[in-house]
């Protein structure tokens, strides 16, 4: 990250009128037009507080800002580009984070004011109203993932902002998906009524939208009735290393059986938009009532 670089704050020319006399005379001459650079140091870091990342997040950010110059930085612009990137494939960029209500603004520590930024083209733009010289300013804000952030393992945003228009300072902040499980369960109990001597059906549907392997899982359930002569198969094939004793349900019971459930899959389609297929495992229970 760049520390004391020097911000272009605007084009400054100049020009000199120069009198003088001879004899009675008085006459005048102006100067060429002298152009130069009025630059103010200021330096810049940028950091997220998160570590990692998953659909539907939440992201802070942070920009620091310290003004090491003897004049205030008046206006400054900050352009950020909400994490965008062009999908492989894609025509155009995509916008993988959405800002998500006002920012702050904290001058020499002391909340200063909330800003609100406009919309670019493919991020959003702020404008901070002045950091005295020798001043430190901090520009907090949040964002929140959507669904063109890329969630496969190995996936990362990089959040990048421009301060200033004229030769800006850029800084980045860099988030890793996290690498997790997200694994949710279904129960569905057929035929739907059921009588005595009726055999019943049992099925668990197990899926996980995490782009990691759910493993070692144990399933218990307990019954409000008994079931007679229990059967289970999982993702199709019989298993016997469970136990159904006293209406309680447990698999796997011992250490024949592993069951794990695959990652989800992400695919992106030629918007950019990123579409979740989970992993599946199911189970059924099959027993007479």
Do not use: C, H
């Not at 003004?67 to 352009?79: D, F, H, M, P």
């Not at 289970?232 to 004793?245: K, L, M, Q, R, S």
């Amino acid at each position: 990250m760049p520390f004391g670089k020097e911000y272009t704050m605007a084009i400054i020319t100049n020009q000199a009128n120069l009198t003088y006399t001879y004899g009675a005379t008085t006459a005048s001459v102006t100067s060429n037009v002298a152009e130069t650079e009025w630059n103010a140091a200021l330096s810049a870091e940028k950091q997220a507080l998160e570590n990692a990342y998953r659909e539907g997040s939440a992201l802070t950010y942070l920009i620091a800002l310290k003004n090491t110059g003897a004049a205030a930085v008046e206006s400054l612009t900050i352009t950020d580009n909400l994490g965008a990137y062009t999908p492989a494939g894609a025509a155009a960029p995509v916008v993988p984070l959405t800002f998500t209500g006002n920012a702050s603004l904290y001058v020499n520590g002391t909340f200063s004011e909330a800003l609100t930024p406009t919309p670019t083209e493919n991020g959003i733009r702020f404008t901070v109203p002045s950091i005295p010289a020798g001043a430190d300013a901090l520009l907090l804000y949040q964002a929140t993932v959507n669904g063109f952030a890329p969630l496969s393992a190995g996936s990362e945003i990089t959040n990048t902002a421009a301060i200033g228009d004229a030769e800006p300072l850029t800084v980045s902040a860099t988030v890793p998906v996290a690498e997790y499980a997200d694994v949710s369960i279904e129960k569905e109990m057929t035929p739907n009524p059921i009588t005595d001597g009726a055999q019943m059906t049992v099925t668990f549907t197990i899926e996980n939208r995490g782009n990691t392997e759910a493993t070692d899982l144990v399933l218990t359930d307990e019954f409000p009735l008994s079931l007679s002569d229990p059967a289970v198969a999982v993702n199709g094939a019989p298993v016997t290393d469970f136990t159904f004793e006293n209406d309680l349900f447990t698999l796997p019971s011992g250490t024949q059986t592993t069951l794990s459930v695959p990652a989800a899959t992400f695919t992106q389609d030629e918007t950019g938009a990123v579409s979740v297929t989970p992993g599946v495992l199911t189970i059924v229970l099959t027993g007479t009532v």
